[in-house]
């Protein structure tokens, strides 16, 4: 029983140290259809990919126009500002039906001109050259910090946090940038999301 109590308090020393490593909680941040990606409102002079499946001579990259708009094959103008990838993507497959069978659409939004500045990425502190970059689908913790020029030699890669806004309030996630960088541990490689800040700090003396 006594060696059951010291293990229990030796596992919660080791808990709490590794929390206190980093600033940020030790959970991974909400998926990005959490974070208002997929509800990411299209603006005029965003880059937009309709995509449909087995119909590639339909598919087109085109900014969206200062009327809201977007030419489609077949389809004609459809009204994309204001709107999300999904609701533009459900008009168009259902217009679609009309000359293609069982259309499958997919938009995908390939460069946010319209709310650039909102939506970069930046990354901060003991880099090579703390940047401000425009956010990209699919975009990693590792892209952001490589964009960066990677870590110094002054740098405490460990103790590696992502910030990121949601609402009113702004909560901070533990990266393991060591392990990523060191050892090709991807457990914490989160997704970024639009406006999302990482901070590589310095070590201390």
């Not at 809201?68 to 004609?76: A, M």
């Not at 039906?97 to 970069?120: C, G, K, M, N």
């Not at 910090?145 to 609402?167: H, I, N, Q």
Request: glycine share 8%; charged share 20%; net charge neutral.
């Amino acid at each position: 029983m006594r060696l059951f109590r010291f293990a229990t308090v030796i596992a919660f020393a080791f808990l709490v140290s590794a929390c206190a490593s980093s600033g940020g909680t030790a959970a991974p941040p909400p998926a990005l259809s959490e974070n208002l990606v997929d509800d990411y409102q299209i603006g005029i002079d965003d880059i937009v990919q309709v995509s449909v499946w087995r119909n590639p001579e339909l598919g087109i990259t085109v900014p969206v126009r200062p009327d809201g708009k977007i030419s489609v094959p077949l389809v004609g103008d459809v009204a994309a500002g204001g709107r999300t990838p999904g609701q533009v993507s459900k008009e168009i497959q259902e217009r679609l039906s009309a000359y293609v069978r069982d259309p499958q659409v997919a938009v995908i939004l390939t460069d946010l001109r319209s709310h650039e500045y909102l939506s970069r990425v930046r990354v901060t502190g003991a880099v090579r050259q703390p940047i401000s970059i425009p956010f990209r689908q699919g975009m990693t913790v590792l892209d952001a910090v490589l964009a960066a020029g990677g870590v110094t030699e002054f740098a405490a890669p460990g103790r590696s946090d992502l910030y990121r806004k949601t609402g009113e309030s702004t909560r901070s996630y533990a990266v393991r940038l060591d392990h990523i960088l060191e050892d090709g541990d991807l457990t914490t490689n989160f997704k970024v999301a639009p406006g999302d800040v990482i901070t590589v700090p310095e070590r201390t003396l």
